[in-house]
């Protein structure tokens, strides 16, 4: 009983201590979550250290996963981008995010696709900018703590991820060299960009840097890739890192989309606490369909962690009806480890450690074909359509997959992930899974992240 008494008052200055450190990270709590924190302290101050803690259905092991779950940190830090957290690059990052100038028609930004005020991302079920591509676009909620990017892992750093895009001619259609050009033709972008990373390359000199090219490997007769094989290598070299610079400045914005204050949260921070009562917006069906997830329906064995995925990669045999052979994984695997622009390559800042463990330990293996990343399911239940192709519209169609498996692909060449197997689900029992996921929502995009910086300097 005194043990209990003494781990209770514990609980209680545990308590006190996490609204202190939520009040000093103000910076990055939403509205949402400091509105309540004052409440909380003065409440705490009240209550008698003795009141019963509120009831609920976990054992001591389910409410450590719990209470991990519900504490999402900082990103983690990205050693392979020397600017990751430097404001200025954040603030050139997020100006050029919305800058359609970034494209082969002047007309395709990061938002056309990642829309902020659509939970950065486009509602569509596959992505569509100069031509239709054949995945669905990820949303960008707490893309920073990925340790693959894209749904097969061919980017392993942020920074290289968003390089794809900008050269891909069904998205951006642009080319590194014209971005070169842009940026050094703009009296505010150069100034932005040389208080970064010191002066541009002299790309006014026409004879060494033409106004277009990037390689075009599959078709070495492109006049893009004619210019730029043509170029000497220091000065490719030196618009590759131009490049890869204006990508490590997008990620450092991208870094701050960050949504860890959902109702699951405050219910697990409840818990943490010993709350004498529960918080009402985490209904008792959320409750079920969190021991479900923990439990009977084996969520947890993939989306674990606190963002909810294990960061690795799965066939789950969803249907493709578009009857598209996605290599998955298998080609990511082969793509991220060609790369130049990988994190032990030249434009890495550091190439060493975690970065070069997970280039040098990826195998290229047959089993990775039709594995894709799991996602993250903080704020799932504000980005549909689902899955990689958006094959469904709904977490209840989701959920009904899980349950059933009714329409799995029958591949034999693909292997399946064992633990797809049917869960044969209750109807009370999809319902309070999908009553779990809708708790896991944070999606306050901060006033500051909405729309294009009026300038691209950050003073
Ligand atoms: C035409 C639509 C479109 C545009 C434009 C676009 N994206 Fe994407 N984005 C997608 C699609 C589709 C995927 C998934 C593609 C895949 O897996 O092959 C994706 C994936 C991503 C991912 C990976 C997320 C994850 O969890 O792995 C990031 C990060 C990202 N995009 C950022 C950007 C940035 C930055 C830009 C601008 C430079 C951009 N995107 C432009 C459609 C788009
Ligand atoms: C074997 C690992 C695994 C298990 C177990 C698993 N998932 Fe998934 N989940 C994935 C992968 C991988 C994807 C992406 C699949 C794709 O795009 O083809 C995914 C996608 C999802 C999505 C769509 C998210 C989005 O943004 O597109 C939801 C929702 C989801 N899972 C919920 C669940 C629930 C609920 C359970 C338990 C019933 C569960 N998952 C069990 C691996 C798993």
């Avoid at 960008?140 to 290289?160: E, H, I, K, P, Q």
């Avoid at 409750?287 to 990669?313: I, M, S, W, Y």
């Avoid at 060493?352 to 399911?377: Q, W």
């Amino acid at each position: 009983m005194n043990e209990k008494r003494a781990a209770r008052s514990l609980l209680v200055v545990a308590g006190l201590l996490l609204a202190c450190r939520a009040a000093l990270d103000s910076n990055h709590a939403p509205a949402r979550f400091l509105e309540t924190t004052p409440v909380e302290a003065s409440t705490r101050d009240t209550e008698p250290v003795n009141a019963a803690p509120f009831a609920h259905p976990f054992g001591d092991d389910q409410l450590a996963i719990i209470l991990a779950m519900g504490d999402l940190g900082e990103p983690p830090a990205d050693p392979t981008n020397a600017v990751a957290d430097d404001p200025r690059a954040a603030r050139l990052g997020q100006y050029l995010f919305f800058d359609e100038r970034l494209s082969g028609t002047g007309k395709i930004a990061c938002t056309s696709c990642h829309d902020p005020r659509g939970n950065w991302t486009d509602g569509r079920e596959l992505a569509s900018g100069l031509a239709q591509l054949t995945r669905h676009t990820q949303s960008l909620w707490n893309v920073a703590y990925n340790r693959w990017f894209f749904w097969d892992g061919r980017a392993d750093t942020l920074w290289s991820q968003a390089l794809i895009p900008l050269e891909d001619p069904r998205e951006h259609g642009g080319n590194r060299l014209a971005y070169a050009h842009l940026i050094h033709g703009d009296p505010e972008l150069k100034t932005a960009y040389e208080r970064i990373f010191g002066p541009l390359p002299d790309l006014a000199d026409a004879d060494r840097f033409p106004p277009e090219g990037r390689p075009v490997e599959d078709d070495p007769r492109h006049p893009h890739h004619v210019a730029w094989t043509a170029m000497a290598e220091e000065d490719r070299a030196q618009v590759n890192r131009v490049f890869a610079n204006l990508g490590k400045c997008i990620a450092a914005f991208e870094r701050r989309i960050v949504s860890r204050r959902s109702a699951f949260d405050r219910y697990a921070a409840a818990l943490r606490r010993g709350d004498p009562e529960a918080p009402a917006d985490f209904p008792p069906a959320a409750v079920r369909g969190l021991e479900l997830f923990l439990g009977k329906a084996q969520c947890r064995n993939c989306h674990h962690g606190p963002n909810f995925t294990d960061k690795e990669f799965h066939n789950t045999l969803v249907p493709t009806p578009l009857s598209i052979l996605d290599g998955g994984r298998f080609d990511g695997s082969k793509l991220v480890k060609q790369s130049e622009f990988n994190g032990v390559g030249p434009y890495s800042d550091d190439p060493t450690g975690e970065a070069e463990l997970k280039i040098r330990y990826l195998a290229i293996d047959g089993h990775d074909h039709a594995k894709f990343k799991t996602p993250s399911l903080r704020n799932a239940a504000v980005t549909a359509p689902y899955m990689h192709q958006g094959q469904f519209g709904t977490l209840d169609e989701v959920v009904r997959f899980y349950s059933t498996m009714e329409g799995a692909l029958t591949h034999t060449q693909h292997h399946p992930d064992p633990l797809m197997q049917p869960r044969n689900l209750t109807e009370e029992e999809i319902a309070s899974l999908v009553a779990f996921l809708e708790t896991l929502v944070d999606d306050r995009v901060p006033d500051e992240l909405r729309s294009q910086p009026a300038s691209p300097v950050l003073d």
